[in-house]
């Protein structure tokens, strides 16, 4: 959350680097292939537009054309490379060719999945038709891979013909037979466990739920979640291969527990109501919206979010929270009267935090003094005001991930490291009724659902997703996670697509990613586990002045209805519902009152 009016986020152009791509696998042009060996590309020529394609920012077009009618034409924008795949069947420990003609600057043709070692070929400057070459070798089970082509960050369009794979192509045999032995288990109030005998043949398993598929999973167990509670869900499992899809299992029904009986307990000792506001108040500078006095603040506010604590130099670790000057700030309380504020809200139900951070308050622990240092100091802050408990809102770059750090589980890096232990500590110094909050932005949470530090290769932005091992570690502990969503470019949702800010779509998707759980730099066998619904409350703009990717009250509404009710979800399907999602966050109450208080009545309304 920024002083000034946030500018939009960076692009994602220093996610990745051409070098960093080219050691994927690029290779020399090659034999021809066998003469037995096929084109198994679909459309390469892209004579039937996009058919058979993934290519959400692509089109076909009549000119430039290198053979045919049409080729592709793809525009990167500054978080998205423009990526066009599809996914072919192959036969496993067998030899491929695959090549493509593209135009362009810094233009890529490769392929993944290969069960050995994926490939890229790549071309810094195509001014004119380009032939791209390289070749792989499938692994002893592979029989799918995916080829692909992509652009380069904010680089312009590229264009790609006449794309082949050849190879010998895939067995397509039998689909498995039905998977026996489906068992529900572990209930709580938001998820049911299942488990399933192997199904000879099969590759992965489709759920179903009440008659729906749901997720595609690989293993023979799996965890449904986003569930109601004190509900009956009934469940099936189809098994998958190359040749088709089994009949379903026999059915088994689950019931969810109550919040109360038993399951997960949901609110646990957070003190909070059903669904709580929460609000940023500037209480250290007046920014464009005017200064608020806390005592001002309306009752519907049951978070309140003192900004800002910051750091004295970004390693130190050592907090300070000075209050707004009257300069700054006409009509500023006293010391004595804003504690006095604090202690009548507090009396009134409300929590208020201290949050540290911001656009301006860099905080890098570094090393285990300036972790220490980090406890002491939000501690005094604390105790002198009676806090409730603490935000973290750390931006910028205060989180990245050390280069080879790459299990969000199992974090290394020290300035990650540190900071899950001094939040560890500052929860055990004040007990269950210490109140911890995150607000971090997109960048670092849902984005790492593609890109996770600085990757394999080195050269990704090592801020990708480096806040999940501290959510993570904490989760437990964790009161609420508010991601802010906005100030935000592009972010791939768990659908595949890319979602923008500006309407609910983005908030749905955002926010059925943390419910859901979501696969960590794409890889299946490597998944954040989703977060209780009551942990969470979805970030957004209290007016246009203050963020982009303000919304308009009924697109919250929208917002709230696909989620807690699976209505108005437009185009993108969730993967649960959950009433219990806790509320909404807002930056800032200071700029709500600046625009008539909109936010807040848009939350009074839906919710009571």
């Known amino acids: ?3 000034a009016r946030p500018p939009a986020r960076r692009p994602l152009a220093a996610l990745l680097t051409a070098t960093a791509l080219a050691a994927a696998g690029v290779t020399a042009l090659t034999p021809a292939a066998r003469a037995a060996d096929t084109d198994l590309a679909r459309n390469g020529g892209f004579e039937a537009g996009l058919d058979g394609w993934s290519c959400p920012a692509g089109a076909a077009v009549t000119s430039p054309v290198r053979s045919g009618t049409s080729a592709l034409k793809a525009t990167p924008a500054g978080s998205d490379n ?6 072919v069947t192959v036969r496993p420990d067998s030899s491929y060719t695959l090549s493509g003609h593209v135009r362009g600057a810094y233009v890529y043709l490769g392929a993944s999945g290969t069960g050995t070692t994926d490939v890229a070929a790549w071309t810094q400057s195509a001014p004119d038709w380009q032939k791209l070459t390289t070749t792989f070798r ?12 992509h652009g380069w960050y904010g680089t312009g369009a590229y264009h790609a013909d006449d794309i082949t794979l050849t190879g010998p192509g895939g067995e397509t045999g039998q689909p498995p037979a039905p998977p026996t032995g489906l068992t529900a288990s572990g209930a709580t109030s938001t998820s049911v466990s299942l488990s399933w005998s192997p199904a000879a043949g099969a590759t992965s398993y489709a759920v179903h739920r009440d008659g729906a598929a749901i997720r595609t999973v690989t293993g023979t167990s799996t965890t449904v979640t986003g569930l109601s509670p004190s509900t009956a869900y009934a469940f099936q499992v189809s098994a998958l291969n190359d040749a088709g899809e089994s009949a379903r299992s026999a059915t088994v029904t689950a019931t969810t527990t109550t919040p109360d009986s038993g399951g997960d307990s949901g609110d646990g ?18 920014n464009g919206s005017g200064y608020t006095r806390l005592a001002d603040v309306p009752d519907s506010w049951d978070v309140i979010d003192l900004a800002f604590g910051e750091p004295t130099s970004v390693t130190s670790g050592d907090i300070r929270f000075e209050r707004c000057p009257a300069a700054e700030c006409p009509g500023v309380e006293s010391d004595a009267e804003f504690k006095a504020a604090i202690a009548a809200k507090q009396a ?5 935090l201290i949050s540290i951070g911001g656009q301006n308050g860099q905080v890098r622990l570094t090393t285990t003094a300036a972790r220490d240092t980090f406890v002491s100091s939000v501690s005094r802050i604390i105790d002198a005001y009676g806090l409730d408990g603490l935000d973290i809102d750390f931006e910028g770059h205060s989180l990245s991930l050390d280069t080879g750090d790459t ?17 560890k500590t500052l929860k055990a110094r004040y007990g269950d009724d210490f109140v911890l909050t995150m607000a971090p932005e997109t960048f670092f949470v849902q984005l790492g659902h593609q890109f996770y530090g600085s990757g394999p290769w080195g050269g990704q932005d090592p801020r990708a997703g480096a806040y999940l091992p501290v959510i993570h570690a904490l989760r437990d502990d964790l009161t609420l996670l508010h991601v802010q ?8 949702g768990l659908d595949g697509q890319y979602h923008s800010m500006g309407g609910a779509d983005f908030h749905i998707a955002m926010t059925d990613m943390l419910l859901t759980g979501f696969p960590v730099a794409g890889d299946a066998d490597n998944v954040f586990p989703p977060l209780r619904p009551d942990q969470v409350a979805i970030g957004m703009p209290a007016t246009v002045n203050a963020g982009n990717g303000h919304v308009s009250p009924a697109e919250v509404t929208k917002t709230l209805n696909c989620l807690t009710k699976r209505t108005d979800c437009g185009s993108y399907a969730t993967h649960g519902t959950w009433p219990s999602l806790r509320g909404l966050m807002t930056w800032s109450i200071n700029w709500d009152r600046f625009g008539g208080w909109e936010f807040q009545r848009t939350f009074d309304g839906y919710f009571g």
């Open 1 to 3: 959350m920024d002083r």
């Open 82 to 87: 423009a990526r066009c795949a599809q996914t």
């Open 138 to 149: 499938t692994g002893p089970s592979t029989t799918r891979v995916t080829i692909y082509t």
């Open 269 to 286: 000792d957070s003190g909070l109501p059903a669904h709580a506001l929460v609000g940023y108040l500037h209480a250290s500078f007046a």
């Open 485 to 492: 969503d906005y100030n935000s470019g592009p972010i791939m």
């Open 348 to 352: 009134a139900g409300k929590k208020v």
């Open 407 to 423: 299990d969000f589980r199992n974090p290394k890096t020290p300035v990650i490291v540190n900071l899950i232990s001094a939040l």
